[in-house]
C-alpha cells in the first residue's frame, strides 16, 4: 500500500513559481509511473502531467505545456512538479498519483495523496 503526501503548495503572484513534491511511503515509487492531476472549485479534476517509471518520457496537459515540468527521484521516492509562470487559472488543489500504467487518465492510477493548494494571485 503505497502512501502519497503532497507539499509545497501555497500562495503566489501570477508570473511566479512553486514547486510540489510527492513523498511516497510503504512501497517503492520506481513502480509507478506517477502523475499529477488537479482539481479548481467548481470544476472536474484534470490532467496535469506525468511522467515514466524510469522518468525518460513525460506528458502534459495542454494547459501547463512549456510551463511546468515534472521530474522523479527515485532514490528520494519521490516525485516534483516545477511550476513556472504561474496564471490564476492555475488555482486549484494538486494531487499526486501513482498507477501502473504511464497514463494521462485518472482511472489508470490506483493511489492519490490528499492534494496541496495552490492559489495563484492576479
Known amino acids: 500500500q503505497v502512501q502519497l503526501v503532497e507539499s509545497g503548495g501555497g500562495l503566489v503572484q501570477a508570473g511566479g513559481s512553486l514547486r510540489l513534491s510527492c513523498a511516497a511511503s510503504g512501497g517503492t515509487v520506481s513502480r509507478y509511473a506517477m502523475g499529477w492531476f488537479r482539481q479548481a472549485p467548481g470544476k472536474e479534476r484534470e490532467f496535469v502531467a506525468t511522467i515514466t517509471r524510469s522518468g525518460g518520457s513525460t506528458t502534459y496537459g495542454d494547459s501547463v505545456k512549456g510551463r511546468f515540468t515534472i521530474s522523479r527521484d527515485n532514490a528520494k521516492n519521490t516525485v516534483y512538479l516545477q511550476m513556472n509562470s504561474l496564471k490564476p487559472e492555475d488555482t486549484a488543489v494538486y494531487y499526486c498519483?501513482?498507477?501502473?500504467?504511464?497514463?494521462?487518465?485518472?482511472?489508470?492510477?490506483?493511489?492519490w495523496g490528499q492534494g496541496t493548494q495552490v492559489t495563484v494571485a492576479s
Open positions: 498519483a501513482a498507477g501502473v500504467q504511464y497514463s494521462v487518465f485518472q482511472r489508470e492510477y490506483g493511489y
